[in-house]
């Protein structure tokens, strides 16, 4: 089992959508430890609402390639479309950011996701969250990362959020 870090944006629809993922990660790999869940304004594009944004972890023994299959299955499954640009408002965007201490590209994957030490959105969550797990390839842990992260026109801030997971019957 490997210990699986994953991000999450919506900017359409964000609690529905949110939602929808925080479900179907749990009916599919069971419990999930999960950030609280931030506002940000969009990163690399001005025409868009703002993103809620939220980093999850769990444990799979999934193969990246397997992973990452099922995340974009559930972005289309959510209304994401394929040929949608890279920086346009999305339903729900999910990116592997780290898988075990996996390092490199494995099934088209690189891991660990650079946005990790790119964009608060991404760091400041999974700081929260994992904060002395080590980044796999830079060797702090994040909570050093976040204290070392200068970026002050990425804002974002905490929003009021609540998320019970399924029953399970």
């Not at 419990?31 to 999850?56: H, I, K, Q």
């Not at 099922?70 to 479309?81: I, P, Q, V």
Request: aromatic share 10%; glycine share 8%.
């Amino acid at each position: 089992m490997a210990l699986v870090s994953a991000s999450i944006g919506s900017n359409i629809d964000r609690e529905r959508h949110v939602r929808a993922c925080l479900d179907a990660l749990t009916g599919t790999f069971g419990s999930l430890a999960v950030s609280r869940v931030f506002e940000s304004e969009p990163v690399g594009f001005e025409d868009g609402r703002n993103f809620f944004n939220l980093v999850v972890a769990f444990e799979s023994e999934w193969s990246v390639g397997e992973l990452q299959a099922w995340c974009k299955r559930l972005e289309f499954a959510n209304g994401r479309r394929k040929e949608s640009p890279k920086f346009s408002p999305r339903t729900l965007d999910i990116d592997l950011l780290t898988v075990g201490d996996l390092v490199g590209d494995h099934d088209g994957v690189e891991l660990p996701r650079g946005e990790i030490l790119q964009h608060a959105f991404v760091l400041q969550p999974l700081a929260e969250l994992l904060p002395e797990a080590r980044h796999p390839r830079d060797g702090r842990t994040y909570h050093e990362l976040w204290n070392a992260f200068d970026a002050p026109d990425q804002r974002l801030w905490p929003v009021g959020f609540s998320w019970q997971p399924p029953t399970v019957r």
